[in-house]
């Protein structure tokens, strides 16, 4: 009997000292983003750190407080990044707290002078999860993080926090993760990309305009460096073509003159390489799902499909043509090419110039299916071919 009791005093003392370390949630500073900025006159970085406000950061159907809530924002600005956040640490009480950090946000400066230094940085830092998502921007990242979502929701749920869910991303660029732009960024062929996010004024309004984050486009990257910025309708593009879950919207023409509006589905694209030479040869086959959403001419099926088929071939050598011009491998070919050939790929290794160029594209071809009309009416025998 006294050794039980023995026993169980001494399993008490241990669970009691595991959870002596735990503290409350209001005894922390919880920091949910990041933003980072580089002064090149005076080469210091500038650290932002959005804070979670808890008071009103659940959606509730009660009554909601009358009075705004305010946004946390701290700043400082150091030599290295690190100097410039732990100047926060002395000026914040509850201490802050970096386990929770969903976004990293890199102005445009940082992503032109000092994004290979940030980066690694960021990726080695033990306090920061790899799940985090990272963005970048021209905006001053203070007035992007003044910004609250829709009536009056907390930032938390503007597109800054957007997760890579399951949901179809509608004409809308995804997030992108630092574990799988990291995976990327450190290719020898292909690119890596990041979305930027803007402020759009116009589109909301409420007693007054009601400004809103949007994702505008990618930033690309390629063998570790900044190339360019590519268009928001160039970067929906591209993540229809490459990623899963996402459809876009599309009006086709005829002679200039619009027809119908489709929304396609996720494609699947395959590449085909020519075998034995010494840079990526190769040819596109694209299968895409189509949904009819208006009839604005009456047309025949058959040339719809054509039309559709004509509008997509075209857009993809546009968009990889335009890539070429910029040395940048916008439809990243090169990935899967040095994986599948690696001898050809040391002896293009030997070579200084980049490895595509409009030749390397050798055909296109397109294969669509409509399968829903939205109760617009086709005969049967218009889809014998």
């Not at 980066?119 to 790899?130: K, M």
């Not at 058959?302 to 916008?330: A, F, P, Q, S, W």
Request: aromatic share 12%; with cysteine; charged share 30%.
């Amino acid at each position: 009997m006294r050794r039980k009791l023995v026993l169980t005093f001494i399993i008490g003392c241990i669970m009691l000292t595991g959870c002596s370390g735990l503290k409350n949630i209001q005894d922390l500073t919880y920091i949910v983003a990041i933003g980072l900025d580089y002064d090149e006159e005076k080469q210091e970085y500038t650290a932002y750190l959005q804070g979670l406000n808890f008071a009103n950061v659940a959606k509730q159907e009660g009554a909601k407080p009358i009075e705004p809530i305010p946004i946390f924002i701290a700043s400082a600005s150091g030599e290295t990044l690190n100097l410039a956040v732990s100047k926060l640490y002395k000026k914040s009480e509850p201490p802050i707290f970096f386990g929770h950090v969903e976004t990293l946000v890199l102005s445009k400066r940082v992503v032109k002078h000092r994004f290979r230094e940030v980066i690694e940085e960021v990726g080695r830092n033990r306090s920061l999860r790899h799940t985090m998502r990272v963005i970048t921007t021209e905006e001053k990242l203070r007035d992007i993080f003044n910004i609250k979502a829709l009536f009056n929701y907390p930032a938390v749920y503007t597109v800054l926090y957007k997760k890579n869910t399951d949901d179809v991303f509608q004409d809308e660029i995804k997030p992108v993760k630092l574990m799988h732009f990291l995976r990327e960024f450190y290719e020898p062929m292909g690119i890596a990309k990041l979305p930027s996010v803007k402020i759009d004024h116009d589109s909301w309004k409420a007693d007054k305009n009601y400004p809103v984050l949007y994702f505008d486009g990618f930033a690309i990257f390629q063998k570790q460096k900044f190339m360019n910025d590519l268009s928001m309708n160039d970067a929906v593009y591209i993540n229809w073509l490459k990623e899963k879950r996402v459809s876009i919207d599309q009006r086709i023409e005829e002679d200039e003159q619009l027809v119908a509006a489709m929304k396609l589905s996720s494609p699947k694209m395959k590449i085909k390489y020519v075998k034995g030479e010494t840079s990526p040869k190769f040819s596109i086959e694209i299968f895409a799902q189509a949904d009819l959403l208006e009839k604005i001419k009456d047309i025949p099926i058959k040339n719809l499909i054509k039309l559709i088929e004509e509008d997509i071939k075209t857009k993809v050598l546009r968009i990889y043509n335009e890539g070429v011009e910029k040395n940048t491998d916008v439809l990243n070919v090169g990935e899967k090419w040095y994986r599948e050939h690696p001898q050809q790929y040391k002896k293009l290794m030997k070579t200084s110039n980049f490895y595509l160029d409009k030749n390397s594209l050798k055909n296109v071809k397109v294969d669509v299916q409509i399968f829903h009309f939205n109760s617009y009416k086709y005969e049967q025998k218009s889809f014998d071919k």
